[in-house]
Protein backbone atom coordinates (compact mmCIF):
# COMPACT_ATOMS: atom_id res chain seq x y z
CA UNK A 1 0.00 0.00 0.00
CA UNK A 2 2.62 2.32 1.17
CA UNK A 3 4.63 1.60 -2.63
CA UNK A 4 1.76 2.00 -4.41
CA UNK A 5 1.20 5.37 -2.90
CA UNK A 6 4.67 6.90 -3.40
CA UNK A 7 4.90 5.44 -6.86
CA UNK A 8 1.31 7.66 -7.60
CA UNK A 9 2.36 10.36 -5.94
CA UNK A 10 5.77 10.44 -8.24
CA UNK A 11 3.96 9.65 -11.66
CA UNK A 12 1.86 13.16 -10.89
CA UNK A 13 5.39 15.38 -9.50
CA UNK A 14 7.82 13.65 -11.55
CA UNK A 15 5.53 15.00 -14.78
CA UNK A 16 6.54 18.90 -14.35
CA UNK A 17 9.44 20.93 -13.78
CA UNK A 18 10.40 22.93 -10.47
CA UNK A 19 8.28 25.73 -12.29
CA UNK A 20 5.27 23.62 -12.75
CA UNK A 21 5.53 21.76 -8.93
CA UNK A 22 5.88 25.56 -7.43
CA UNK A 23 2.96 26.88 -9.79
CA UNK A 24 -0.51 27.77 -7.85
CA UNK A 25 -3.29 27.01 -10.09
CA UNK A 26 -6.01 27.97 -8.12
CA UNK A 27 -6.32 30.10 -4.72
CA UNK A 28 -8.23 26.76 -4.10
CA UNK A 29 -5.67 24.43 -4.38
CA UNK A 30 -1.65 24.28 -2.72
CA UNK A 31 1.36 24.03 -5.09
CA UNK A 32 2.22 20.41 -5.87
CA UNK A 33 5.61 20.70 -3.83
CA UNK A 34 3.72 21.46 -1.15
CA UNK A 35 1.45 18.55 -1.42
CA UNK A 36 5.00 16.77 -1.65
CA UNK A 37 6.63 17.74 1.78
CA UNK A 38 3.25 17.50 3.68
CA UNK A 39 2.98 14.00 2.34
CA UNK A 40 6.58 13.55 3.79
CA UNK A 41 5.50 15.14 6.78
CA UNK A 42 2.92 13.24 8.02
CA UNK A 43 4.49 10.06 7.17
CA UNK A 44 7.01 11.22 9.66
CA UNK A 45 5.28 12.53 12.55
CA UNK A 46 3.08 9.45 12.72
CA UNK A 47 5.66 6.52 11.32
CA UNK A 48 9.11 7.79 11.78
CA UNK A 49 8.71 9.60 15.20
CA UNK A 50 5.56 8.18 16.49
CA UNK A 51 6.31 4.30 15.73
CA UNK A 52 10.08 4.66 15.37
CA UNK A 53 11.13 7.01 17.68
CA UNK A 54 13.39 8.90 15.49
CA UNK A 55 13.93 12.90 15.97
CA UNK A 56 12.94 15.03 13.47
CA UNK A 57 14.99 14.60 10.14
CA UNK A 58 15.25 18.52 9.10
CA UNK A 59 14.52 20.58 12.77
CA UNK A 60 11.19 22.81 12.99
CA UNK A 61 9.27 21.99 9.25
CA UNK A 62 5.77 21.04 11.35
CA UNK A 63 4.54 24.38 11.07
CA UNK A 64 5.40 24.79 7.38
CA UNK A 65 2.84 21.48 6.09
CA UNK A 66 0.51 21.92 8.87
CA UNK A 67 -2.62 22.22 7.22
CA UNK A 68 -4.53 24.08 9.64
CA UNK A 69 -2.02 26.60 10.32
CA UNK A 70 -2.11 28.03 6.33
CA UNK A 71 -4.75 28.59 4.26
CA UNK A 72 -4.00 26.80 0.61
CA UNK A 73 -4.25 30.56 -0.96
CA UNK A 74 -0.84 31.41 1.65
CA UNK A 75 0.81 28.53 1.03
CA UNK A 76 3.14 29.71 -2.01
CA UNK A 77 4.57 32.74 0.34
CA UNK A 78 6.07 30.24 2.57
CA UNK A 79 9.80 29.57 2.88
CA UNK A 80 8.85 25.50 1.38
CA UNK A 81 11.45 22.82 0.64
CA UNK A 82 12.75 23.08 -3.04
CA UNK A 83 11.35 20.19 -4.96
CA UNK A 84 14.14 18.74 -4.82
CA UNK A 85 14.95 18.84 -1.30
CA UNK A 86 10.83 17.79 -0.95
CA UNK A 87 11.98 14.57 -2.99
CA UNK A 88 15.10 13.46 -0.77
CA UNK A 89 13.21 14.60 2.51
CA UNK A 90 10.41 11.86 1.59
CA UNK A 91 12.80 9.06 0.62
CA UNK A 92 14.31 9.36 3.89
CA UNK A 93 11.17 9.63 5.82
CA UNK A 94 10.60 6.32 3.74
CA UNK A 95 13.61 4.57 4.85
CA UNK A 96 12.61 5.34 8.02
CA UNK A 97 9.06 3.88 7.79
CA UNK A 98 10.01 0.83 6.52
CA UNK A 99 12.50 0.58 9.51
CA UNK A 100 9.47 1.60 11.53
CA UNK A 101 7.30 -1.56 9.45
CA UNK A 102 10.26 -4.15 10.30
CA UNK A 103 10.05 -4.05 13.94
CA UNK A 104 6.00 -2.98 14.67
CA UNK A 105 4.18 -6.46 15.85
CA UNK A 106 0.64 -4.46 15.29
CA UNK A 107 -0.35 -5.42 18.46
CA UNK A 108 1.79 -3.20 20.97
CA UNK A 109 -0.96 -0.52 21.24
CA UNK A 110 -4.51 0.46 19.50
CA UNK A 111 -2.39 2.77 17.14
CA UNK A 112 -0.27 -0.04 15.56
CA UNK A 113 -3.24 -2.74 16.05
CA UNK A 114 -4.01 -4.19 12.81
CA UNK A 115 -1.09 -2.47 11.27
CA UNK A 116 -3.98 1.16 11.35
CA UNK A 117 -1.34 3.72 11.73
CA UNK A 118 0.33 2.26 8.14
CA UNK A 119 -3.00 2.11 6.91
CA UNK A 120 -3.95 5.58 7.70
CA UNK A 121 -0.63 7.11 6.23
CA UNK A 122 -0.81 5.33 2.83
CA UNK A 123 -4.99 6.36 2.77
CA UNK A 124 -3.20 9.96 3.45
CA UNK A 125 -1.41 9.65 0.63
CA UNK A 126 -3.66 9.05 -1.67
CA UNK A 127 -5.79 11.16 -0.62
CA UNK A 128 -3.57 13.96 -1.21
CA UNK A 129 -2.75 12.04 -4.72
CA UNK A 130 -6.13 12.73 -5.42
CA UNK A 131 -6.05 16.20 -4.66
CA UNK A 132 -2.83 16.82 -6.61
CA UNK A 133 -4.60 15.32 -9.51
CA UNK A 134 -7.48 17.85 -9.06
CA UNK A 135 -5.02 20.70 -9.01
CA UNK A 136 -3.45 18.86 -12.49
CA UNK A 137 -7.51 18.98 -13.85
CA UNK A 138 -6.54 22.95 -13.25
CA UNK A 139 -3.80 23.32 -14.99
CA UNK A 140 -3.52 25.20 -18.15
CA UNK A 141 -1.22 24.31 -20.73
CA UNK A 142 -0.84 20.53 -23.02
CA UNK A 143 -1.62 16.99 -21.23
CA UNK A 144 1.16 15.88 -18.89
CA UNK A 145 -0.88 12.78 -17.93
CA UNK A 146 -2.07 10.18 -19.47
CA UNK A 147 -4.58 6.66 -19.60
CA UNK A 148 -6.48 4.62 -21.49
CA UNK A 149 -10.22 6.36 -22.34
CA UNK A 150 -12.57 5.38 -19.64
CA UNK A 151 -14.97 1.92 -20.46
CA UNK A 152 -18.23 2.37 -22.82
CA UNK A 153 -20.92 0.13 -21.27
CA UNK A 154 -21.11 -2.88 -23.69
CA UNK A 155 -25.26 -2.69 -22.70
CA UNK A 156 -25.76 0.46 -22.04
CA UNK A 157 -27.50 1.46 -19.07
CA UNK A 158 -31.01 2.77 -18.70
CA UNK A 159 -30.56 6.24 -16.90
CA UNK A 160 -34.29 5.98 -16.06
CA UNK A 161 -34.32 2.82 -14.40
CA UNK A 162 -35.00 3.03 -10.29
CA UNK A 163 -34.23 0.62 -7.77
CA UNK A 164 -36.76 0.55 -4.45
CA UNK A 165 -35.24 -0.11 -1.44
CA UNK A 166 -36.89 -1.42 1.46
CA UNK A 167 -37.48 0.26 4.66
CA UNK A 168 -36.36 -1.15 8.06
CA UNK A 169 -33.40 -1.21 10.10
CA UNK A 170 -29.57 -1.36 8.78
CA UNK A 171 -26.53 -1.69 10.38
CA UNK A 172 -24.19 1.57 9.19
CA UNK A 173 -20.74 2.39 9.83
CA UNK A 174 -18.60 -0.18 10.67
CA UNK A 175 -16.64 -1.68 14.22
CA UNK A 176 -15.32 -4.32 12.25
CA UNK A 177 -12.54 -2.89 8.98
CA UNK A 178 -9.62 -2.88 10.86
CA UNK A 179 -8.86 0.05 8.33
CA UNK A 180 -11.23 2.29 8.26
CA UNK A 181 -11.26 5.91 10.12
CA UNK A 182 -12.78 7.57 13.02
CA UNK A 183 -15.54 9.16 11.19
CA UNK A 184 -17.21 5.62 9.70
CA UNK A 185 -17.43 4.32 13.60
CA UNK A 186 -19.14 2.84 15.17
CA UNK A 187 -21.45 0.45 13.96
CA UNK A 188 -25.21 1.41 14.74
CA UNK A 189 -28.41 0.83 13.54
CA UNK A 190 -30.45 3.44 11.40
CA UNK A 191 -33.99 2.91 10.17
CA UNK A 192 -34.79 4.19 6.59
CA UNK A 193 -38.12 4.48 5.18
CA UNK A 194 -38.38 2.63 1.54
CA UNK A 195 -37.60 5.43 -1.43
CA UNK A 196 -36.27 4.64 -4.60
CA UNK A 197 -32.91 5.53 -5.93
CA UNK A 198 -31.44 6.12 -9.50
CA UNK A 199 -29.48 2.82 -10.48
CA UNK A 200 -26.99 4.50 -12.32
CA UNK A 201 -25.46 8.12 -11.75
CA UNK A 202 -26.95 11.37 -13.73
CA UNK A 203 -25.02 11.49 -16.46
CA UNK A 204 -23.89 13.81 -19.23
CA UNK A 205 -26.77 13.45 -21.29
CA UNK A 206 -29.59 13.60 -18.50
CA UNK A 207 -27.87 17.16 -17.34
CA UNK A 208 -27.73 18.61 -20.63
CA UNK A 209 -31.64 18.07 -20.91
CA UNK A 210 -31.46 20.20 -17.60
CA UNK A 211 -28.93 22.87 -19.33
CA UNK A 212 -31.00 23.59 -22.29
CA UNK A 213 -34.47 23.62 -20.06
CA UNK A 214 -33.10 26.59 -18.37
CA UNK A 215 -32.46 24.89 -15.16
CA UNK A 216 -29.64 27.48 -14.30
CA UNK A 217 -32.34 30.44 -14.97
CA UNK A 218 -35.12 29.19 -13.11
CA UNK A 219 -34.54 30.36 -9.57
CA UNK A 220 -37.70 28.18 -8.14
CA UNK A 221 -34.84 25.17 -9.09
CA UNK A 222 -32.24 26.52 -6.15
CA UNK A 223 -32.01 27.16 -2.40
CA UNK A 224 -31.64 30.49 -1.82
CA UNK A 225 -27.87 30.33 -1.22
CA UNK A 226 -27.47 27.73 -4.15
CA UNK A 227 -29.13 30.44 -5.89
CA UNK A 228 -27.04 33.13 -4.64
CA UNK A 229 -24.10 31.40 -5.70
CA UNK A 230 -24.99 30.37 -8.83
CA UNK A 231 -25.22 34.53 -9.38
CA UNK A 232 -22.16 35.23 -8.18
CA UNK A 233 -19.73 32.70 -9.73
CA UNK A 234 -21.91 33.15 -13.13
CA UNK A 235 -22.33 29.21 -13.59
CA UNK A 236 -24.00 27.87 -16.60
CA UNK A 237 -22.67 24.60 -16.86
CA UNK A 238 -20.97 21.84 -15.09
CA UNK A 239 -16.93 22.65 -14.33
CA UNK A 240 -14.67 23.11 -17.16
CA UNK A 241 -17.56 22.41 -20.13
CA UNK A 242 -17.02 24.58 -23.00
CA UNK A 243 -19.72 25.69 -25.85
CA UNK A 244 -18.65 25.89 -29.40
CA UNK A 245 -21.05 28.86 -31.49
CA UNK A 246 -23.06 25.86 -32.87
CA UNK A 247 -23.82 24.76 -30.07
CA UNK A 248 -21.55 21.60 -29.24
CA UNK A 249 -20.48 21.00 -25.96
CA UNK A 250 -17.15 19.98 -25.16
CA UNK A 251 -14.78 19.07 -21.84
CA UNK A 252 -11.59 19.95 -20.88
CA UNK A 253 -10.21 16.99 -19.30
CA UNK A 254 -6.37 17.29 -18.25
CA UNK A 255 -5.05 19.80 -20.87
CA UNK A 256 -7.01 17.95 -23.42
CA UNK A 257 -10.50 19.25 -25.13
CA UNK A 258 -13.20 16.28 -25.67
CA UNK A 259 -16.43 16.21 -26.94
CA UNK A 260 -18.88 15.77 -23.97
CA UNK A 261 -19.86 11.86 -23.73
CA UNK A 262 -23.38 11.39 -22.96
CA UNK A 263 -23.30 8.21 -21.78
CA UNK A 264 -20.72 8.92 -18.98
CA UNK A 265 -21.89 10.19 -15.50
CA UNK A 266 -21.67 14.18 -14.97
CA UNK A 267 -18.65 15.53 -13.19
CA UNK A 268 -17.12 18.74 -11.68
CA UNK A 269 -20.94 19.93 -10.00
CA UNK A 270 -21.13 21.44 -6.78
CA UNK A 271 -24.15 20.43 -4.90
CA UNK A 272 -26.20 23.46 -5.33
CA UNK A 273 -26.21 22.56 -8.47
CA UNK A 274 -26.98 18.42 -7.75
CA UNK A 275 -29.62 19.71 -5.88
CA UNK A 276 -31.02 21.99 -8.40
CA UNK A 277 -31.15 19.15 -10.77
CA UNK A 278 -33.09 16.61 -8.38
CA UNK A 279 -35.42 19.64 -8.06
CA UNK A 280 -35.85 19.71 -11.83
CA UNK A 281 -36.35 16.08 -12.15
CA UNK A 282 -38.75 15.56 -9.66
CA UNK A 283 -36.74 13.83 -7.29
CA UNK A 284 -33.74 14.65 -4.01
CA UNK A 285 -30.50 13.77 -3.42
CA UNK A 286 -30.67 10.28 -1.46
CA UNK A 287 -29.37 11.20 2.21
CA UNK A 288 -26.03 9.31 3.18
CA UNK A 289 -27.89 6.36 5.26
CA UNK A 290 -30.17 6.04 2.34
CA UNK A 291 -27.22 5.57 -0.07
CA UNK A 292 -25.40 3.48 2.64
CA UNK A 293 -28.12 1.43 2.80
CA UNK A 294 -28.36 1.00 -1.12
CA UNK A 295 -24.71 0.05 -1.16
CA UNK A 296 -24.48 -2.35 1.47
CA UNK A 297 -27.91 -4.45 2.21
CA UNK A 298 -27.86 -8.03 1.30
CA UNK A 299 -31.51 -8.34 1.36
CA UNK A 300 -30.63 -12.79 1.73
CA UNK A 301 -30.08 -12.36 4.90
CA UNK A 302 -30.55 -8.40 5.92
CA UNK A 303 -26.55 -7.93 6.48
CA UNK A 304 -24.27 -4.84 5.94
CA UNK A 305 -21.80 -5.76 2.99
CA UNK A 306 -18.08 -4.41 2.75
CA UNK A 307 -18.52 -3.04 -0.42
CA UNK A 308 -22.05 -3.33 -2.94
CA UNK A 309 -21.07 -6.21 -4.73
CA UNK A 310 -19.72 -8.30 -1.52
CA UNK A 311 -17.17 -8.45 0.71
CA UNK A 312 -14.27 -9.60 -2.07
CA UNK A 313 -11.21 -6.65 -2.00
CA UNK A 314 -11.90 -4.08 -5.13
CA UNK A 315 -11.01 -5.85 -8.59
CA UNK A 316 -10.63 -3.68 -11.57
CA UNK A 317 -13.88 -5.53 -12.79
CA UNK A 318 -15.72 -3.99 -9.99
CA UNK A 319 -15.11 -0.58 -10.35
CA UNK A 320 -13.41 2.79 -11.98
CA UNK A 321 -11.18 3.36 -9.69
CA UNK A 322 -7.07 3.76 -8.65
CA UNK A 323 -6.79 6.69 -11.44
CA UNK A 324 -6.26 3.73 -14.18
CA UNK A 325 -8.71 6.24 -16.57
CA UNK A 326 -8.82 9.76 -16.25
CA UNK A 327 -12.74 10.35 -16.60
CA UNK A 328 -15.76 8.57 -15.39
CA UNK A 329 -16.52 5.47 -17.75
CA UNK A 330 -19.89 4.90 -19.23
CA UNK A 331 -22.44 4.13 -17.25
CA UNK A 332 -23.34 0.38 -17.13
CA UNK A 333 -19.53 -0.40 -17.78
CA UNK A 334 -19.30 -1.97 -14.00
CA UNK A 335 -21.68 -4.47 -14.08
CA UNK A 336 -19.76 -6.90 -11.64
CA UNK A 337 -19.78 -4.20 -8.82
CA UNK A 338 -23.72 -3.47 -8.90
CA UNK A 339 -25.41 -3.60 -4.81
CA UNK A 340 -26.87 -7.25 -3.91
CA UNK A 341 -30.16 -4.40 -5.03
CA UNK A 342 -29.14 -4.05 -8.27
CA UNK A 343 -27.79 -0.27 -8.06
CA UNK A 344 -24.61 0.43 -9.71
CA UNK A 345 -21.14 2.17 -10.10
CA UNK A 346 -21.93 3.24 -6.69
CA UNK A 347 -17.82 3.05 -5.98
CA UNK A 348 -15.52 4.71 -8.09
CA UNK A 349 -16.35 6.78 -11.33
CA UNK A 350 -17.77 10.23 -9.46
CA UNK A 351 -17.85 10.79 -5.85
CA UNK A 352 -21.83 11.16 -5.15
CA UNK A 353 -23.35 14.23 -3.00
CA UNK A 354 -25.71 13.36 -0.55
CA UNK A 355 -28.32 15.31 0.92
CA UNK A 356 -26.16 15.26 4.75
CA UNK A 357 -24.39 17.72 6.53
CA UNK A 358 -21.43 15.80 7.90
CA UNK A 359 -21.48 15.02 11.73
CA UNK A 360 -20.26 12.12 13.92
CA UNK A 361 -22.35 8.80 14.49
CA UNK A 362 -23.46 8.11 17.66
CA UNK A 363 -20.81 7.06 20.17
CA UNK A 364 -18.32 8.79 17.99
CA UNK A 365 -14.33 8.99 19.35
CA UNK A 366 -12.02 11.04 18.09
CA UNK A 367 -8.67 8.36 16.77
CA UNK A 368 -6.33 9.24 16.74
CA UNK A 369 -6.17 13.52 16.20
CA UNK A 370 -9.03 15.61 15.84
CA UNK A 371 -8.07 17.49 12.95
CA UNK A 372 -9.15 14.25 10.22
CA UNK A 373 -12.49 14.84 11.38
CA UNK A 374 -13.52 16.24 14.27
CA UNK A 375 -13.12 20.00 13.77
CA UNK A 376 -14.97 19.69 10.41
CA UNK A 377 -18.10 18.53 12.31
CA UNK A 378 -21.08 21.08 12.13
CA UNK A 379 -19.31 23.30 9.34
CA UNK A 380 -21.09 23.76 6.13
CA UNK A 381 -20.17 20.67 4.48
CA UNK A 382 -22.36 17.91 2.89
CA UNK A 383 -21.37 14.46 2.84
CA UNK A 384 -19.82 12.90 -0.53
CA UNK A 385 -19.54 8.79 -1.06
CA UNK A 386 -18.41 6.16 -3.34
CA UNK A 387 -15.09 7.96 -4.58
CA UNK A 388 -14.31 8.97 -7.78
CA UNK A 389 -11.74 7.29 -10.99
CA UNK A 390 -9.00 9.38 -8.82
CA UNK A 391 -9.73 7.61 -5.79
CA UNK A 392 -7.50 4.41 -4.82
CA UNK A 393 -8.50 1.31 -3.25
CA UNK A 394 -6.58 1.44 -0.80
CA UNK A 395 -9.00 4.66 0.31
CA UNK A 396 -12.44 3.79 -0.03
CA UNK A 397 -15.20 1.30 1.07
CA UNK A 398 -18.93 1.67 1.31
CA UNK A 399 -18.59 3.24 4.50
CA UNK A 400 -15.93 5.85 3.76
CA UNK A 401 -17.52 9.65 4.35
CA UNK A 402 -15.64 12.09 2.10
CA UNK A 403 -17.18 15.76 2.87
CA UNK A 404 -16.91 19.33 1.03
CA UNK A 405 -18.40 22.98 0.82
CA UNK A 406 -22.05 22.79 -1.42
CA UNK A 407 -19.98 25.37 -3.51
CA UNK A 408 -17.11 23.03 -4.11
CA UNK A 409 -16.54 21.52 -7.86
CA UNK A 410 -13.05 21.24 -8.77
CA UNK A 411 -13.51 17.75 -6.72
CA UNK A 412 -14.44 14.95 -9.16
CA UNK A 413 -17.65 14.97 -7.38
CA UNK A 414 -21.53 13.85 -9.56
CA UNK A 415 -24.55 12.48 -7.64
CA UNK A 416 -27.59 10.41 -8.43
CA UNK A 417 -31.23 11.24 -7.80
CA UNK A 418 -33.73 9.64 -4.78
CA UNK A 419 -37.45 9.87 -3.96
CA UNK A 420 -39.67 9.02 -1.19
CA UNK A 421 -42.01 6.24 -2.26
CA UNK A 422 -45.47 5.65 -0.54
CA UNK A 423 -45.96 2.07 1.17
CA UNK A 424 -49.59 1.48 1.28
Not at 23 to 31: G, I, W
Not at 284 to 312: I, N, Q
Amino acid sequence: MLDRSRARTAALTDCLDDDGLREQVSPLMSPLVWDLAHIGNQEELWLARDVGGHAPLLGDIDDLYDAFRHARSTRPGLPLLTPDAAREYVARVRELSREALQDTTFDERRLTENGFVFAMVAQHEQQHDETMLATHQLRTGPAVLHAPDAPRAEVPADGDLEVIVPGGPFEMGTDTDPWALDNERPAHTVHVETFAIDAVPVTNGDFLRFVADGGYDREELWTERGWQHRREAGLIAPGFWEQDPDGTWWRRVFGRRVPVRPAQPVVHVSWFEADAYARWAGKRLPTEAEWEKAARLDPADGGSRRFPWGDDEIASHHANLGQRHLEPADVGAYPDGASALGVEQLMGDVWEWTSSDFEPYPGFEMFPYPEYSEVFFGGDYKVLRGGSFGTDPTAIRSTFRNWDHPIRRQIFSGFRCARDVGVA
